[in-house]
């Protein structure tokens, strides 16, 4: 197979590079722990964000009544790759990349006229508000509930693991709207403003040190029917399209694939400094088993992104490059701290730390990898059930 790019796409990319040279601060470095933003780069990444939404490049794909540019979903995937690659901030992808891309599928016509050009002029911050303490792996356990009381819905219940949930203007929300129906079929998908009263946020710190997650609580919460997406107790079906998004991550594989390139520059560095390994051979052959693993990683990828341009919605092809990438990452990590010795124990305020610690940084952000957005295991039952037509276990 002759895989290439078209001129245009070439000359687009070409058109990123020059945009994120001239654009990012000179000293910006690729920040491996990029969920967890202080308020300072929160407020930069929103800054950023608006450049690009000014010219259309937020939301490429999406129809041009919407703020979109009627762009492919390969382009959108180029511009994905070159963020990723440049470290620019990505503070703006839960309405970009799942919300909007949700709502063209589910949403009515006043829905899509209300929250679309916001997302794409990346006028408002969203999060996601699916797990919870007792269900995550098993999202169809939840217990949040709504209750139809006239023109709204009251929330109650408990959410975790919200992401940059202490920015967000919108959540996105899975709550149970039928009490008796099986676990599947009693779920509906609400758009919820988090500054209704009745939501309370308390930070939750990771390993790293980090504030990137939040528990969300809702006591009394109302929100509006005409918030409903899609049909009641029908959420699961908008929620998997979601998660279908979700799942691609091109961003993070080439993200790390530049981490990698930067890890080779200084392991040939220090070999022409004179400094030699044991396993001189096996290493070289471990940097490129992991290169040809890394371009895997990618080409999965744009099998989701060729599926979207020509109007399927991706299932276990999503699933295949979430696991692949997500495992991918947690592989290179290990490598590279092992490579670097001990020194790549160090954390990056560490002056002697090797690339600013940030393959430290990667070692330990990448076990999330592989459990956020789905864990391992369910996306090898997706792809075994909806990929390979293997019956359930």
């Not at 029917?225 to 998660?243: D, I, K, P």
């Not at 799942?247 to 004179?274: C, H, K, P």
């Not at 696991?323 to 002697?352: D, H, K, S, W």
Request: with cysteine; glycine share 10%; charged share 20%.
């Amino acid at each position: 197979m002759q895989f290439a790019f078209t001129p245009e796409q070439d000359a687009f990319r070409e058109e990123l590079r020059a945009f994120l040279a001239a654009q990012l601060p000179a000293d910006w470095q690729v920040k491996n722990d990029r969920e967890a933003m202080t308020d300072a780069e929160f407020a930069y990444s929103q800054h950023f964000a608006h450049k690009l939404g000014e010219r259309g490049w937020l939301t490429m794909q999406w129809p041009v009544e919407y703020g979109g540019r009627a762009a492919s979903h390969i382009e959108q995937m180029i511009f994905a790759e070159e963020m990723a690659w440049a470290g620019a901030p990505l503070g703006f992808g839960f309405g970009t990349q799942l919300v909007g891309p949700t709502l063209m599928v589910w949403g009515n016509e006043e829905q899509k006229a209300r929250f679309l050009p916001p997302i794409a002029r990346s006028e408002v911050f969203w999060c996601q508000g699916f797990s919870e303490p007792g269900a995550g792996s098993d999202l169809a356990g939840l217990q949040t509930r709504a209750e139809r009381q006239g023109d709204d819905y009251i929330i109650n219940g408990q959410k975790i693991w919200t992401s940059e949930g202490q920015y967000a203007d919108w959540m996105i929300l899975l709550a149970r709207t039928d009490q008796e129906a099986p676990k599947h079929r009693g779920i509906s998908y609400f758009l919820v403003d988090m500054k209704s009263p009745g939501i309370t946020l308390s930070p939750l710190i990771n390993l790293m040190g980090s504030h990137a997650f939040n528990q969300v609580f809702f006591d009394s919460v109302r929100v509006p029917a005409a918030n409903l997406v899609g049909q009641e107790n029908r959420g699961w079906y908008v929620a998997t399209t979601t998660l279908d998004f979700e799942r691609t991550g091109i961003a993070r594989v080439i993200w790390s694939l530049r981490q990698f390139e930067e890890l080779v520059g200084s392991v040939r560095r220090e070999r022409q400094a004179g400094v030699t390994w044991p396993s001189g051979g096996q290493l070289r052959n471990r940097l490129a088993e992991l290169r040809i693993e890394f371009e895997i990683a990618r080409l999965l990828c744009y099998r989701v992104g060729w599926l979207q341009t020509n109007g399927i919605v991706p299932n276990y092809e999503a699933s295949m490059a979430k696991l692949y990438g997500t495992e991918l990452i947690q592989r290179f990590g290990a490598a590279a701290v092992n490579i670097l010795g001990m020194a790549g124990q160090l954390e990056p305020e560490c002056r002697r730390a090797p690339l600013q610690g940030r393959l430290e940084r990667t070692y330990q952000a990448g076990l999330s990898y592989t459990i956020a957005g789905g864990t391992s295991e369910i996306q090898r039952n997706i792809i075994a059930q909806r990929g390979l037509g293997l019956p359930r276990g």
